[in-house]
C-alpha cells in the first residue's frame, strides 16, 4: 500500500533555514505528483508547492516563491522541501501528499513539525 | 488564485441529522472540455493528516461511507452528511484542483448538538 513517511520534528531559530523529507513507497515513485501542504497550529491548510518527481519540475504558490524549493531523488523515492528565511509564522505541521495527476490527495505523510522559536 | 470560501465556519448538528457544508469559489472549477468539476473535499481529525472524501465534486473515494455525498457545478458546491455519525466529527475543507496553486477552503467545523 502507499506509505509516505516524513522526517522528524524540527526546532529552528528564526533567519534559519530547513529541509523536511517525505519518501514513498507502495507505488511507481515517478508516476504521482507530490504536493506540500502545510497548517498553522490551530489553522486550516495551506497548500504551497508541488513536483513531477520524474522530470524535478516545480511549481509554487506565489507566497513561496523564491524561499522554498522542492527536489526528488528517485533513487531512493524521496521528495524534499527546503523552506529559508524562517519566521515564527513559519512554525506549522508541514504534509507532503500525492494523488493522480497531482490533482487530489488521496495519500498524506504523517506531517512533520516545524518549530520556529529563538 | 482561486478563492475557495465555505460556510458556515461551524455547525452543530444532532446525530443522525443532515449536515450541509456550502464551498464557493471565486471563478469557475468547471472544465468545459470533459465536464468535470476540479473539486475535492477532504475530513481532518484532530492530531490527523488530512483524508480525502470526495473529488471531482461528486465521486467519493473508496470506503468512504454513502452518507457522505457532494454536489454542485462551477462555482458553487455542496459536502452533505446525510445522517450524522459521532465519528463524523471533524473539520471539512474543499479544495480546488482546476490550477495552481490548489486553494483550501478555511474549512468548516463539524460537532454534535
Known amino acids: 500500500q502507499v506509505q509516505l513517511v516524513q522526517s522528524g520534528a524540527e526546532v529552528k531559530k528564526p533567519g534559519a533555514s530547513v529541509k523536511i523529507s517525505c519518501k514513498a513507497s507502495?507505488?511507481?515513485?515517478?508516476?504521482?505528483?507530490m504536493h506540500w501542504v502545510r497548517q498553522a497550529p490551530g489553522q486550516g491548510l495551506e497548500w504551497m508547492a508541488i513536483?513531477?518527481?520524474?522530470?524535478?519540475?516545480?511549481s509554487y504558490a506565489q507566497k513561496f516563491q523564491g524561499r522554498v524549493t522542492m527536489t526528488s531523488d528517485t533513487s531512493t523515492s524521496t521528495v524534499y522541501m527546503e523552506v529559508s528565511s524562517l519566521t515564527s509564522e513559519d512554525t506549522a505541521v508541514y504534509y507532503c501528499a500525492n494523488g493522480p495527476g497531482g490533482q487530489w490527495q488521496d495519500h498524506w505523510g504523517q506531517g512533520t513539525l516545524v518549530t520556529v522559536s529563538s | 488564485d482561486i478563492v475557495m470560501t465555505q460556510s458556515p465556519d461551524s455547525l452543530a448538528v444532532s446525530l443522525g441529522e443532515r449536515a450541509t457544508i456550502n464551498c464557493k469559489s471565486s471563478?469557475?472549477?468547471?472544465?468545459?472540455?470533459?465536464?468535470?468539476?476540479?473539486l475535492a473535499w477532504y475530513q481532518q481529525k484532530p492530531g490527523q493528516p488530512p483524508k480525502l472524501l470526495i473529488y471531482?465534486?461528486?465521486t467519493r473515494e473508496s470506503g468512504v461511507p454513502d452518507r457522505f455525498s457532494g454536489s454542485g457545478s462551477g462555482t458553487e458546491f455542496t459536502l452533505t452528511i446525510s445522517s450524522l455519525q459521532a465519528e463524523d466529527v471533524a473539520v471539512y475543507y474543499c479544495q480546488q484542483y482546476y490550477t495552481t496553486p490548489r486553494t483550501f477552503g478555511q474549512g468548516t467545523k463539524v460537532e454534535i448538538k
Open positions: 471563478q469557475s472549477v468547471l472544465y468545459n472540455s470533459n465536464n468535470k468539476n476540479y
Open positions: 507502495g507505488y511507481t515513485f515517478t508516476t504521482n505528483y
Open positions: 471531482w465534486a461528486s
Open positions: 513536483i513531477n518527481p520524474s522530470d524535478g519540475s516545480a
